[in-house]
């Protein structure tokens, strides 16, 4: 194994870089070094945890409530994790590069390249440092909120459930007062009942499914009796704040002049159709939507990665029962490989972490091994109850006007999208997006992505496939960078001479 973990270079790699410090990537890192291994676990927060353990920043712990008393589950296993980091990073067998983003990662042979830059923007690494040079990679990106477009979404006070979510979590921060929390999920339920609790008041949650639909698998949700006790808190939350539930309901239209003052909401079919007549209007100055997640791909389709579709219609990294991927040197864990939960992900990066050390020689025990296995399994089971359950509607589209924005950065409307179809014969998305261009904007589909594949595919009487979603999360470069970064790309440019 490598002797010296700082810095990575071509010729003195290190044992495994992991990308993403949360759940899955956190408890990777930890289990890899606790094999011997040198690690290098790079993430673009601050501090570690990810979505699920995101909180406050601890340089200023006097300023804000303790994360344990402001509904963090499982906080206790994080703090654990923290620690084990921290004796790892004395032992000199981890280094964690905080506040850097991997924009990009190439094979050579043996080993890979991530090119990586501050997300600051101002780079106080030297040069040569800013690429990791590991013998195998773990990715453990995460995942994002999962957009539909609605009449009115683009209005300021509609944001993502993970988003209102996260304000609160890292910066007690209440979004709105007045909130409707809508979409589909078990999720919708931990933010509406976060909001409760931080004195927002939630008018409804509505869900577009029916919670009856959980009894179709019934043995897919007791894989998991941890979330069920989580659902009776959630439930406990609701009564004592008097918060409504409303199932095969969808906000239908939200409207306001400047930024949202009401909701429309309806009732709809089994297939998420409006019922005609069952429209009513609520006052809110938040909404709050949650229609799953889709996995952070970029890195693993710029490699090449075998990918699949999921349950829950996601991309996601094709792994084999070790968690790798189909390039031998990469290793996936967490979100990236089917939307699971932050529990179902830390088993994944134990798993990671430990198949990587046994990859590379060194001792693993099979008896952890294959426990970590079987509590995935678990996951994975309860993981395809709840995506069975809380599926996308799939009329949602006839929610949409015209007039409707699909993209919102390059302000596309459905209209122009279903011209693009019909009119120009485009007969992709990758088309659509040339002649339209949806998905062209800052975010670069990551936001409209998922719709636009599903009206397309619509359009063209397909099927959303995994070219189809691939074609929308190719980048070359994963993120936003400076020129100077991408001149390091070039081999004896004089900038690489810099420090
Ligand atoms: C906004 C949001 C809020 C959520 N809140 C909850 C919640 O409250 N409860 C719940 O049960 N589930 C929540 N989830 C679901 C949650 O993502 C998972 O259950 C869990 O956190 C997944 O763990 P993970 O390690 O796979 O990914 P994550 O926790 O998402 O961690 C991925 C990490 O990778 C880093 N990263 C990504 N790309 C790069 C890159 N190119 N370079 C460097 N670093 C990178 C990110 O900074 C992040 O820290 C949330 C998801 C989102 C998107």
């Not at 930890?30 to 979505?51: K, P, R, S, Y």
């Not at 933010?191 to 639909?213: K, S």
């Not at 189809?468 to 470069?477: D, F, G, I, M, P």
Request: with cysteine; charged share 20%; aromatic share 4%.
């Amino acid at each position: 194994m490598a002797e010296n973990i700082a810095p990575t270079t071509e010729t003195a790699p290190a044992d495994v870089a992991v990308v993403g410090a949360g759940p899955a990537g956190l408890s990777a890192a930890v289990v890899a070094a606790e094999h011997g291994l040198q690690v290098v676990l790079i993430d673009a927060g601050h501090q570690t945890g990810g979505q699920y353990w995101r909180h406050p920043d601890e340089r200023h712990r006097d300023s804000f409530a303790a994360p344990e008393s402001t509904g963090h589950h499982h906080w206790r296993h994080y703090t654990d994790l923290r620690d084990r980091l921290a004796a790892a990073v004395a032992s000199g067998r981890l280094r964690h590069l905080a506040g850097r983003q991997v924009w990009r990662t190439d094979g050579y042979g043996d080993r890979v390249a991530l090119r990586t830059s501050a997300v600051t923007g101002v780079d106080t690494l030297p040069r040569a440092e800013r690429t990791t040079w590991a013998r195998r990679l773990v990715i453990a990106t995460g995942a994002y909120d999962r957009q539909l477009p609605v009449p009115g979404w683009t209005l300021p006070g509609v944001m993502a459930a993970g988003g209102v979510q996260a304000m609160l979590k890292a910066n007690q921060v209440r979004a709105g007062r007045r909130a409707v929390v809508a979409g589909t999920g078990p999720f919708l339920l931990s933010v509406a009942a976060g909001l409760a609790e931080a004195g927002v008041e939630v008018v409804e949650v509505v869900d577009a499914n029916a919670l009856t639909r959980w009894a179709a698998t019934p043995l897919r949700a007791l894989q998991e009796p941890g979330k069920l006790w989580e659902g009776v808190g959630y439930a406990g939350t609701f009564l004592r704040h008097r918060v409504p539930l409303r199932t095969r309901t969808v906000i239908s239209a939200v409207r306001g002049s400047g930024r949202v003052s009401e909701v429309e909401l309806s009732r709809v079919d089994g297939e998420g159709r409006i019922r005609p007549g069952s429209s009513r209007t609520v006052a809110a100055d938040l909404v709050a939507f949650g229609w799953g997640f889709t996995p952070q791909l970029e890195l693993a389709v710029g490699l090449g990665l075998r990918t699949r579709i999921d349950v829950d219609g996601s991309l996601v990294i094709d792994v084999d029962d070790d968690l790798r991927a189909s390039d031998p040197l990469v290793f996936a864990a967490g979100e990236v490989t089917g939307i699971g939960g932050a529990i179902a992900s830390c088993a994944e990066g134990e798993l990671a972490g430990s198949a990587v050390a046994r990859d590379l020689g060194a001792p693993t025990d099979a008896r952890t091994m294959a426990r970590h296995r079987r509590r995935l399994q678990r996951g994975r089971r309860f993981a395809i109850g709840m995506h069975r359950a809380s599926p996308v509607p799939a009329a949602w589209d006839q929610w949409l006007t015209p007039e409707t924005h699909i993209c919102r950065c390059e302000e596309v409307t459905a209209a122009e999208v279903t011209d693009a179809v019909d009119g120009l014969r485009a007969d992709d998305a990758r088309d659509v997006r040339v002649t339209a261009r949806p998905g062209m904007g800052l975010c670069q589909g990551r936001v409209c992505g998922f719709a636009l594949s599903k009206l397309v595919a619509t359009g063209t009487g397909g099927d959303v496939d995994a070219a189809a979603l691939e074609s929308l999360t190719n980048r070359q470069v994963g993120v936003p960078v400076s020129l100077g970064d991408l001149a390091s790309l070039v081999p004896h440019h004089p900038n690489q001479e810099e420090s």
